[in-house]
């Protein structure tokens, strides 16, 4: 047996490092090639790790609660007769990540109030905390003190943000004045703690909302055609693939058709720079039954039909909703969708997600009297209408371009003809 060093693979793009949850071996047990050892949690999704050979768990380096750094061991694997596997995946543990060559993006404190922080504890402050610190009042004694769960102790964002939630809360339980506006509690009341996604969703939310200027637009179009269509084929439809067919893949077909024609949609804002995909990859927001909500990716979905594209949105909704999804099923997203018609809602203003520069909300499809201009003249007539939202950057994307695309893809859902044998 040779003494093997497992190392932390690579999770995805962007994830340098991840908090373990649990181990699933315990030291002296036995581990099979590919098999889960530990369950670890990013700022993306929570996800299982493989063993890349087998033998007797010698010593675990990282216990429950502290980060693994990718690239860095975390473990060390009495291996038998095994060697690595060397499979190119989503975790790879090739690419080894070298703190030191991301510390250009790091500051000393030699901002506002900060002038004179020294402390070892913290000898990386990035500015956004610098800024959240200097608008929340925290001060120098009070930043030393916080405890960072970032590379080499840095404190991070989260660690801020969470200290700046505690400290209120202390304040408003001391004063023993509960206002409305500042924490309202009543008796019988229940105070829960957010999970750790729900906490990484709200300051997602934030952030995107601090980031880009939101516009929304809002379309209603006329469904009728589609809705008689997907009425006709459903049945057949399940019955030869064996999959249901909602209205989701097909709003799918349309958005991606539309940012064919209109590219500018299809970017991302990195700083000042603006890069225009090649790739077509849109990510659907799925509801979790705990009430979180996680985006999953479908990659180049131009280049799908209609039936891979039902079988991926199918395959990544129920994979979403019993906690199932990989690393690489939420990466590489260049634009989003919301099918909020599925809670029963007309419209909505969906946020977008950072640093895609537009999301589009599909309402409720409903029954509704409506002027249809035909050869004879004007008629009323029961059409099936659906309103869409569409919030855009308005740091890069004007109406006329925010507005156009959102035509385009009502067009496509109005003038629906599949183009395809099913």
């Known amino acids: 047996m040779a003494i093997t060093e497992i190392i932390m693979p690579k999770m995805g793009?962007?994830?340098?490092?991840?908090?373990?949850?649990?181990?699933?071996?315990?030291?002296?047990?036995?581990?099979?090639?590919?098999?889960f050892i530990l369950e670890v949690a990013t700022d993306k999704i929570d996800t299982e790790v493989p063993s890349p050979v087998a033998g007797y768990l010698k010593e675990i380096l990282i216990p429950v609660g502290e980060i693994a750094t990718i690239g860095k061991a975390i473990c060390l694997i009495d291996a038998i007769g095994a060697v690595l596997v060397q499979e190119k995946s989503s975790f790879s543990s090739e690419e080894v990540f070298h703190p030191e060559s991301d510390l250009g993006a790091l500051t000393d404190l030699s901002l506002g109030n900060f002038d004179s922080m020294n402390d070892k504890a913290n000898p990386w402050i990035s500015p956004l905390i610098k800024q959240i610190c200097l608008q929340e009042k925290v001060s120098q004694r009070e930043l030393s003190e916080i405890i960072g769960s970032g590379l080499d102790n840095r404190v991070t964002k989260k660690d801020v943000m969470n200290y700046i939630a505690v400290r209120n809360a202390k304040r408003v339980i001391s004063s023993g004045t509960l206002s409305q506006g500042t924490g309202l509690r009543l008796p019988g009341d229940e105070v829960i703690e957010m999970d750790r996604m729900r906490k990484m969703i709200s300051e997602r939310m934030v952030d995107s909302k601090r980031i880009a200027p939101h516009v929304t637009s809002f379309l209603e179009a006329d469904m009728t055609n589609m809705v008689h269509w997907r009425e006709k084929i459903k049945k057949s439809f399940l019955d030869k693939y064996k999959e249901p067919i909602t209205y989701t893949p097909l709003l799918f077909l349309a958005t991606a058709k539309a940012l064919q024609d209109f590219p500018g949609m299809n970017i991302s804002v990195e700083g000042n720079f603006i890069v225009q995909h090649a790739q077509i990859n849109i990510g659907m927001a799925v509801a979790l039954p705990n009430g979180n909500l996680i985006v999953p990716v479908i990659h180049e979905v131009d280049k799908l039909s209609l039936v891979e594209l039902t079988q991926k949105v199918n395959d990544l909704s129920n994979r979403a909703r019993i906690n199932k999804l990989k690393p690489a099923?939420?990466?590489?997203?260049?634009?989003?969708?919301?099918?909020?018609?599925?809670?029963?809602?007309?419209?909505?203003?969906?946020?977008?997600?950072q640093?895609?520069?537009?999301?589009?909300?599909?309402?409720?499809?409903?029954?509704?009297?409506?002027?249809?201009?035909?050869?004879?003249?004007d008629s009323i007539q029961i059409r099936q209408k659906m309103f869409i939202s569409h919030s855009y950057d308005h740091r890069v994307i004007d109406g006329s371009m925010g507005g156009g695309f959102l035509k385009r893809v009502s067009d496509y859902l109005e003038k629906f003809k599949l183009e395809e044998d099913l």
């Open 13 to 35: 793009e962007s994830i340098m490092e991840a908090t373990v949850l649990n181990w699933l071996k315990k030291p002296g047990e036995y581990v099979e090639v590919d098999e």
């Open 329 to 353: 099923d939420l990466e590489g997203g260049t634009f989003s969708i919301s099918n909020i018609g599925s809670f029963g809602n007309l419209m909505g203003t969906p946020i977008i997600v």
């Open 355 to 377: 640093p895609q520069v537009g999301i589009l909300a599909f309402g409720l499809i409903e029954k509704k009297p409506s002027v249809v201009t035909g050869p004879e003249g």
